[in-house]
């Protein structure tokens, strides 16, 4: 455990100084008043970007039917543009650091749900161990639905981003997409895989399922970037 432990804070230093200087440019952090992640953030009204409405209930949105993955039968692999390839099964995922983060979820179909506490791997955890070669830029997140959205290596690698498996202290259903999925806190919520199966790092960028059909490939809520 150890090693683990010391792999992932040599390798979260490696992706700090590669990528560090593009995280502080991408517009949620550079805005003048940068929005989009949780109560420290929301620096007074508004209090969600712009033509969306705060919801108390929790839609569920889904391209396809809902699959159910027990976590006895999930595993998330890490391939593509990385050093070490990785397959983790659920009792491997959760050996893993833990981390919890307080966010705003934001989806583009106009509404937007405060406050919700995600509980799981960050993003940047599992890249520090498989560790993207000098060539990886972006990375697709592949679902067990069949879903998939892409998102540049500087948003996937920020700290709110997570592969979560629990929220608001339950483990998370399966139709919100469990045993894990993706929260992507500063960009529109279907940047969040959920049910996620597959990391694939890659050498360029390639649009996902609603990239490809129209969505904004960014995505940025706070700038109202929501079409192509
Ligand atoms: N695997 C998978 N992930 C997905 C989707 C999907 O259809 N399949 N829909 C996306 C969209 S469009 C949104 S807005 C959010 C919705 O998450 P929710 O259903 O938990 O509210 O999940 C995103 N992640
Ligand atoms: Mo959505």
Not at 44 to 66: H, K, Y
Not at 108 to 120: A, F
Not at 138 to 166: Q, W
Request: aromatic share 10%; proline share 7%; charged share 30%.
């Amino acid at each position: 455990m150890t090693d683990i432990l010391k792999r992932i804070e040599e390798g979260r230093a490696i992706l700090r100084s590669r990528f560090g200087e593009a995280m502080a440019g991408t517009p949620s952090l550079s805005d003048r008043e940068p929005q989009g992640t949780g109560p420290r953030n929301r620096h007074g009204m508004p209090q969600v970007p712009p033509r969306q409405n705060v919801l108390s209930t929790w839609p569920v949105l889904d391209c396809a039917d809902q699959p159910v993955v027990g976590t006895d039968r999930w595993e998330l692999r890490m391939e593509g543009e990385v050093e070490e390839s990785m397959r983790l099964t659920w009792d491997d995922f959760l050996a893993l650091p833990q981390a919890d983060d307080v966010s705003d979820f934001h989806c583009v179909t106009g509404w937007s749900r405060l406050d919700m506490r995600w509980e799981g791997v960050r993003f940047e955890t599992l890249a520090a161990l498989a560790r993207p070669t000098l060539a990886a830029t972006h990375v697709m997140f592949h679902s067990y639905d069949g879903y998939s959205t892409n998102l540049p290596l500087e948003e996937a690698l920020k700290s709110d981003v997570i592969l979560a498996h629990r929220v608001d202290g339950e483990p998370l259903s399966t139709e919100h997409g469990g045993p894990v999925r993706v929260v992507t806190p500063q960009l529109w919520a279907w940047k969040g895989a959920k049910w996620v199966r597959r990391v694939e790092f890659m050498p360029h960028d390639r649009r996902g399922y609603w990239e490809i059909r129209g969505y904004s490939n960014t995505g940025h809520p706070w700038r109202d970037d929501r079409d192509w």
